[in-house]
């Protein structure tokens, strides 16, 4: 700058004389206003399927519930009354056989994967292997279980049985286990490991005593809302657990359960069926959304 | 071990004692203690094993299964489209056709309608209390039992909608997407009820990305004067989007595997139509039908149809994971 000159703003041409408070009559406002009801609109679409669907299940199914409905078994085809007793006892005992399953297979899977190796090139193929398996389609381990256990009569001679439909849905439960269990557990702070180590404590002591009790609240988050997705499945039930129309009959038979009744029962052409299939899945849904406040219940005592 | 309570100085002190080696005698892990901490590791190495043990079994289970069908039929199982257990002729078109297309049309109303709620519920557009209660609700939506859903979209959904197919068909009847007069079940109640499914996810997945963004991008965009969507269009979408794609193709993962709802809607048909109105099938549905009374190479045909879906969801996962893990937080 050889001959600095005094400088004059000629504000009229630089700046804008408009009125700086908002004004919505403006294309860039209105546009804005109109994105923003269409996403609106986008979020009330997107709730209205479970208002609706909660609403038929409440309305169709709410007024079936009775005491017989839990104590009786389903009626023959064409005839009136009955319950879904054996269905609601079914579906308990082969989302408790999936759970004895997957929950301990999966707390270890994620113990080693967070606790022991978690930069090896084996852990890493088991983290690859487990985001896989959570993408397999839930039909394919109903596959998967019929021709390793239902065809193979590998217990006892029986083909369908209450023990291959834990067992399936155990496949489809053990990703979601793996994956809380590792993410819980590597959100406890390191110091806590080192202060378990400090004080003398052997590995195990460590991941038993420390770390995986302060990771309680994340993985009990994740077990609860998986059990809460396995008891809803179907697909890998269908020709695994198969259905009966009577009582359980111990775990290496064929066995009830309200998601398949549900299946079975709308696609028939009869009244009642149908009205039982409305009943489970009132009942069906209703343990699926406790559950599921549980475990936000579960994870919000933990942050107070 | 500090077990010497007597403070220093006092009492005579012995020049020979090794002070430390007295004070901090490190104690010696039992064998014990030892094997319990190695037996550990190997049990929860094991217990970590079994993730690729039911891997490769699933794969093995089923290409074992499918090896009778692919010998016979060979790749032109997935071009012919007659299903014929009599004449023992098998042909997945129809099947693989409608799981394509299912999916993929469920997707393109569904990612609209998902990355719309997902800003809708994190760009601070409404009171935050509200914000939550619609997240909780899609979440909710997200546990309902996909045979719950298969029962109201029979029952509910599809009387209800079936006058809007009826004018789809006499307003775009003339194309041979809407040729046939819509009769309960089909594949466009099918997409609808896919697009329940895929909804949650890709609203949540878009949700968690758009909540990643870091504050000063938004921060930026303001103070170059731009209004709240011009953010959204030209800074936020594009940051997050890579992890919006990685959450859109988990979405279609789960709609070309989704059994339950689709089984009970699409119709199963066994003959091709073109028609989006007229019923169709999936592979998911066609083995939920018809997997438990087969037998024979209908079992191993059904088996070479259940290895195509593996392989399809398997490839567009790992390109998900790809995704996912390669470009997400990368601005």
């Known amino acids: 700058m050889a001959n600095p000159s005094p400088i004059t703003y000629d504000n009229t041409a630089l700046f804008d004389r408009r009125p700086l408070h908002f004004d919505p009559g403006l294309r860039r406002n ?60 079914g579906t308990v005992l082969v989302t408790l056989i999936a759970s004895l399953i997957a929950i301990p297979v999966g707390v270890g899977g994620g113990i080693y994967l967070s606790e022991y190796s978690s930069r090896g090139w084996f852990a890493q193929f088991v983290s690859f292997g487990n985001d896989v398996l959570a993408g397999v389609p839930s039909i394919i381990s109903g596959v998967f279980v019929y021709g390793i256990v239902v065809a193979t009569r590998i217990f006892f001679d029986q083909s369908y049985s209450a023990m291959a439909g834990g067992i399936a849905l155990s496949v489809l439960m053990l990703p979601t286990v793996i994956k809380t269990t590792d993410e819980g557990l590597k959100l406890v702070p390191q110091e806590l490991r080192w202060g378990a ?25 994740g077990i609860v809302l998986s059990i809460a997705r396995a008891a809803g499945e179907t697909a890998p039930l269908i020709f695994t657990a198969l259905f009966s129309p009577f009582w359980p009959e111990g775990v290496f038979n064929p066995i009830a359960t309200m998601s398949v009744l549900i299946f079975n029962f709308a696609i028939m052409p009869y009244e009642a069926q149908n009205e039982l299939a409305w009943a489970a899945s009132f009942v069906l849904v209703m343990m699926i959304l406790a559950a599921n406040l549980l475990a936000r219940w579960i994870s919000r005592m933990a942050k107070v | 071990m500090l077990t010497d309570s007597s403070p220093a100085g006092s009492g005579p002190v012995n020049p020979n ?153 006499s307003l775009l009847g003339w ?45 930026g965009a303001y103070g170059v004067g731009t209004t709240r969507w011009g953010a959204i269009f030209s800074v936020i979408l594009p940051a997050a989007v890579s992890a919006i794609t990685g959450g859109v193709m988990l979405a279609l993962g789960r709609a070309m595997g989704e059994t339950m709802a689709v089984t009970m809607i699409v119709g199963n048909a066994l003959n ?41 969801t398997f490839a567009v996962n790992v390109v998900a994971q790809w995704l996912v893990r390669r470009l997400s937080l990368r601005y």
């Open chain 1, 30 to 89: 209105r546009l804005n206003l109109l994105f923003t009801s269409i996403a609106g609109i986008f979020a009330a679409i997107a709730v209205l399927p479970l208002v609706l669907v909660l609403f038929h299940v409440l309305m169709q199914g709410g007024r079936l519930i009775s005491a017989s409905l839990f104590t009786q078994l389903p009626p023959p085809p064409g005839l009136e009354g009955g319950g879904i007793g054996n269905a609601i006892l």
């Open chain 1, 197 to 221: 180590y400090g004080v003398g404590a052997s590995k195990f002591v460590t991941v038993t005593r420390i770390t995986l009790p302060s990771a309680f609240t994340p993985i009990a988050t």
């Open chain 2, 272 to 312: 091709f139509d073109l028609s989006l109105l007229a019923p169709g099938n999936t592979i998911a549905a066609m083995l939920a039908n018809q997997f438990g009374e087969a037998d024979g190479i209908q079992v191993s045909a059904l088996m070479y149809a259940a290895l195509i879906l593996m392989l399809l």
């Open chain 2, 175 to 219: 194309t041979p997407f809407f040729n046939t007069v819509p009769q309960g079940p089909g594949m466009a109640p099918a997409i609808l009820i896919l697009v329940v499914m895929v909804l949650p996810i890709i609203t949540a997945i878009s949700r968690d990305a758009l909540n990643q963004v870091p504050i000063e991008l938004r921060q």
């Open chain 2, 17 to 169: 004692r090794n002070l430390a080696a007295d004070a901090f005698t490190l104690r010696r892990r039992p064998p014990s203690e030892k094997l319990i901490d190695l037996g550990f590791r190997q049990l929860t190495l094991v217990l970590a094993s079994f993730v690729a043990i039911v891997l490769l079994g699933i794969f093995l289970t089923v290409f074992q299964g499918a090896r009778e069908a692919i010998s016979s039929f060979g790749l032109s199982f997935l071009t012919t489209s007659s299903w014929d257990p009599v004449n023992e002729e098998y042909g997945a078109f129809i099947a693989i056709y409608g799981t394509l297309v299912t999916s993929i049309l469920s997707l393109a109303i569904a990612i609209p309608l998902g990355v719309g709620t997902a800003i809708f519920i994190t760009e601070d557009l409404i009171p935050s209390s509200l914000r939550e209660a619609i997240g909780l609700m899609v979440e909710l939506l997200a546990a309902i039992p996909s045979v719950v859903l298969g029962l109201w979209a029979i029952f509910v959904m599809e009387p209800a909608i079936r006058p809007a197919l009826n004018l789809l068909h």
